[in-house]
């Protein structure tokens, strides 16, 4: 029989679209989370020790994601009764880093079909047959793949990267700038790259609030407050 082959989906690409069974009832994504920015992220399996700490850490975090117009969408090849019992489990008896009677209240995806895991490229033959790599797609309010992020399964995400991520890209696009390495709201932009020689040499003689490190190389000012205001929900 031939084998099913499944193009992973690229940054750029519409989300592709699925009906799934959750802890929070049937979801049609990603059409329900329009006007949203959604996290749909994979783990391999329920009742495991990285899992159950990302878990936790999602759930401790889920109210910063949420004033950042952000929601939160887990997924695993198990079934539904596995995923409620893990979740019970996770509030009534886990306790790590100071983090306890931790609920997790976001939908978490039955794939045990392993449709959904397939259409995203999650299952890696590389890592597991039956276990979904723990993925991460950051998918805009239209619907839009903007970035994709994965993990092997020894692996624990790291979820103040998740966080900058959602704030770096909705900065990207209220304020027309570019982020340098390991940007953190508050520190300098980068102005997009002169498009011409004229633009380049008016930027290198600019006395305006712009650094120019070459003309290829400008960098300004962006008020952390200013993100915060424009990018968090109030």
Request: aromatic share 12%; net charge neutral; hydrophobic share 40%.
């Amino acid at each position: 029989m031939e084998e099913k082959i499944n193009a992973m989906p690229r940054i750029g690409d519409k989300a592709p679209e699925f009906k799934a069974v959750t802890t929070q009832g049937e979801i049609n994504f990603p059409n329900d989370y329009k006007g949203s920015w959604v996290i749909l992220f994979s783990h391999p399996a329920d009742f495991t020790p990285v899992c159950t700490s990302e878990f936790m850490t999602f759930a401790t975090m889920a109210e910063k994601f949420e004033k950042a117009n952000t929601k939160l969408v887990g997924l695993s090849v198990d079934g539904l009764y596995s995923h409620i019992a893990w979740l019970r489990t996770i509030k009534e008896k886990i306790e790590y880093k100071g983090m306890k009677d931790v609920e997790v209240k976001f939908p978490l995806i039955e794939d045990i079909t392993m449709e959904v895991a397939m259409k995203y490229g999650m299952m890696m033959p590389g890592e597991s047959n039956t276990k979904a790599v723990r993925a991460v797609f950051f998918i805009d309010p239209k619907g839009i793949i903007r970035t994709i992020l994965y993990y092997p399964l020894s692996l624990g995400r790291n979820f103040e990267e998740i966080y900058r991520v959602v704030l770096g890209l909705q900065t990207a696009d209220a304020f027309s700038v570019a982020l340098p390495a390991d940007w953190q709201p508050g520190d300098d932009v980068i102005v997009p790259t002169a498009g011409s020689c004229g633009v380049a040499k008016e930027r290198m003689e600019s006395k305006e609030e712009m650094k120019c490190y070459d003309w290829f190389f400008c960098t300004k000012k962006l008020d952390r407050q200013k993100i915060l205001d424009t990018v968090l929900k109030k």
